[in-house]
């Protein structure tokens, strides 16, 4: 079976396709390994626990993001890294930004409250917690192309995840940092709860968010500037607001 891989050297600015021919067909992973071991020993990857735990074997397979160990090999199929980052190595990508998105977005306990928590509770953060920072979602949010400063699909879900949690007495400091470059950013267009391998869905946690912030007093101001101070008659919501006639 055959199989495109992008490659680049660390030396060379250029990307290009390279093909093998391989027959461990099972997985991708596999296949990235036989051609390590058979072919190219100069080709570099990541992966870690082969069961789709770690999350390290994130790439791109025919332009959508899948874990390497987690998918099959069909015939031509093309691998290319993720996107949105700096590509270090063939499927070696930087990963420098995903302590600066958890950090900018203040996704973590702010102040620990002794109130007990209950299964029930636990369940309102059980699929966030799932999250194994693969880094799929950050390669398919179409944002960072004209937001570099974006802080992404897992750092908000995870930011949720917080501001959910019943053992954090103050969500205010996360609910202000992920007002600029967060949540009003998103596009909702979904990309990010397609490719999730864990079924997470980081697009209502976005919108979850957005209501939280709404109750909490905060509002999208780039709707104000883009109504240009001209009524239209709408809220920033799409609702129809009569008091403005
Ligand atoms: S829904 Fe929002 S965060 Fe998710 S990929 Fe689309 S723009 Fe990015
Ligand atoms: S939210 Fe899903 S796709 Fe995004 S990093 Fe976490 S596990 Fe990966």
Redesign the pocket.
């Known amino acids: 079976m055959k199989i495109k891989i992008q490659r680049k050297k660390a030396s060379n600015k250029e990307n290009y396709f390279e093909e093998f021919d391989v027959k461990h067909e099972e997985t991708i992973l596999n296949s990235l390994i036989e051609v390590k071991t058979k072919h190219d020993n100069s080709l570099a990857f990541r992966c870690g626990c082969k069961t789709g735990i770690c ?1 390290s074997c ?1 790439i791109r397979v025919n332009g959508i ?1 899948k874990l390497a160990c987690k998918t099959h090999l069909n015939e031509n199929d093309i691998i290319e890294p993720i996107k949105n980052t700096q590509v270090i190595k063939d499927l070696v990508v930087n990963l420098d930004y995903e302590g600066r998105v958890l950090k900018n977005s203040n996704s973590f306990l702010n102040q620990l409250s002794d109130v007990e928590i209950t299964a029930e509770d636990e369940k309102l953060i059980d699929r966030q917690s ?9 390669s398919s949010c179409p944002v960072f192309e004209v937001n570099e400063k974006f802080l992404g ?2 750092a908000l ?1 995870r930011a949720l995840r917080y501001v959910e949690d019943k053992k954090e007495a103050n969500p205010s400091p996360t609910l202000e940092k992920i007002q600029n470059n967060g949540i009003w950013d998103c596009t909702l267009c979904g990309n ?1 709860t397609i ?4 079924f ?1 869905d ?1 697009k209502t946690d976005i919108m979850n968010l957005r209501m939280k912030s709404v109750q909490n007093g905060y509002e999208d101001k780039s709707m104000n500037s883009f109504n240009g101070g001209f009524d239209t008659g709408f809220d920033n919501f799409g609702g129809f607001n009569p008091n403005s006639f």
Do not use: D, K, R, W
């Open positions: 999350g994130a993001e799932n999250c194994i920072l693969c880094q799929s979602c950050f699909p897992y879900t990010c490719v999730c391998p864990q997470i980081p």
